[in-house]
């Protein structure tokens, strides 16, 4: 479900009268915000509305991305905001159906160049809240203790600082085009860990189904530009954090541990 606020096509013209849009299409991946792709007779648009009340977190994505923008990565820039509504570039290219090495090298890339502009970059909050992770785990040890015994090792789980991270880089927030990578969805991003954004990373592409293939790989890249060097082992430990803190947070958002399953085999 990626629509929870529903928008006509003449409503958006009144709120974006400079664009003359032509199609508006609701997506159906996210269960938070509401995401539609609109498009003109030459563009395509990403148009938003955070059903969170958050709009500290929207002004500092906003930033972000433009910091980003004129660092060369390729990412979406807000182009226009009306009323409630967010207007976004269209990144160009397709998510991954199968990954592949060039995927990987992309990814590391990417979060080598992301992390050098944001290492030691100062956060109003942590992607680990320990409050919230007691809260989740809470539901969890009441409705699925199976569950909570596989993932109350996040109870004791300190992250590091070492500045701002994505958090959240799964195939659904990027795009390919050929072997150049587009990532979007910064709204979540907050200061952590780097071997846990690249453990993140790598848990949202698969790779532990071939590892150590894909960490030998995303590491080599990674570390050739990365502002501190990572090791194997750090990244390997942040794999089973990684994977049971989105497990734990598929578990509260859907109800149920069909989506956890996927990230705890």
């Given at each position: 479900m990626g629509v929870k606020t529903i928008i006509t096509l003449s409503e958006l013209s009144r709120l974006?009268?400079?664009?003359?849009?032509?199609?508006?299409t609701p997506t159906t991946s996210g269960i938070i915000d509401t995401t539609?792709?609109?498009?003109?007779?030459?563009?395509?648009?990403?148009?938003?509305?955070?059903?969170?009340?958050?709009?500290?977190?929207?002004?500092?994505?906003?930033?972000?991305?433009s910091e980003l923008k004129s660092i060369g990565l390729n990412v979406p820039l807000c182009i226009a905001k009306s009323s409630e509504w967010y207007l976004y570039e269209k990144i160009?290219?397709?998510q991954p159906k199968s990954i592949k090495s060039f995927h990987i090298q992309a990814l590391a890339r990417f979060l080598s160049r992301f992390h050098r502009h944001t290492y030691k970059k100062s956060c109003s909050s942590n992607l680990i809240e320990k409050n919230e992770i007691t809260s989740l785990l809470n539901y969890v040890k009441s409705n699925y203790f199976g569950y909570y015994k596989k993932l109350e090792l996040l109870k004791n789980y300190a992250p590091k600082n070492d500045g701002l991270i994505h958090g959240d880089i799964f195939k659904d927030n990027t795009v390919f085009d050929g072997q150049k990578i587009g990532v979007f969805d910064f709204i979540d991003s907050t200061c952590g860990s780097f071997a846990f954004d690249v453990a993140v990373t790598l848990v949202?592409?698969?790779?532990?189904?071939?590892t150590p293939y894909f960490l030998n790989l995303f590491l080599n890249t990674?570390?050739?530009h990365a502002p501190k060097k990572l090791n194997k082992k750090d990244v390997a430990s942040e794999l089973k954090i990684a994977s049971s803190f989105y497990a734990l947070k598929r578990i509260n958002n859907y109800k149920n541990?069909?989506?956890?399953?996927?990230?705890?085999?």
């Amino acid at each position: 479900m990626g629509v929870k606020t529903i928008i006509t096509l003449s409503e958006l013209s009144r709120l974006f009268a400079s664009y003359e849009f032509t199609e508006l299409t609701p997506t159906t991946s996210g269960i938070i915000d509401t995401t539609y792709v609109v498009s003109t007779c030459k563009s395509q648009y990403i148009l938003k509305r955070y059903e969170r009340a958050i709009l500290k977190k929207i002004d500092e994505e906003i930033k972000v991305l433009s910091e980003l923008k004129s660092i060369g990565l390729n990412v979406p820039l807000c182009i226009a905001k009306s009323s409630e509504w967010y207007l976004y570039e269209k990144i160009q290219g397709t998510q991954p159906k199968s990954i592949k090495s060039f995927h990987i090298q992309a990814l590391a890339r990417f979060l080598s160049r992301f992390h050098r502009h944001t290492y030691k970059k100062s956060c109003s909050s942590n992607l680990i809240e320990k409050n919230e992770i007691t809260s989740l785990l809470n539901y969890v040890k009441s409705n699925y203790f199976g569950y909570y015994k596989k993932l109350e090792l996040l109870k004791n789980y300190a992250p590091k600082n070492d500045g701002l991270i994505h958090g959240d880089i799964f195939k659904d927030n990027t795009v390919f085009d050929g072997q150049k990578i587009g990532v979007f969805d910064f709204i979540d991003s907050t200061c952590g860990s780097f071997a846990f954004d690249v453990a993140v990373t790598l848990v949202g592409f698969e790779s532990p189904k071939h590892t150590p293939y894909f960490l030998n790989l995303f590491l080599n890249t990674y570390n050739r530009h990365a502002p501190k060097k990572l090791n194997k082992k750090d990244v390997a430990s942040e794999l089973k954090i990684a994977s049971s803190f989105y497990a734990l947070k598929r578990i509260n958002n859907y109800k149920n541990t069909k989506k956890a399953k996927e990230l705890l085999r």
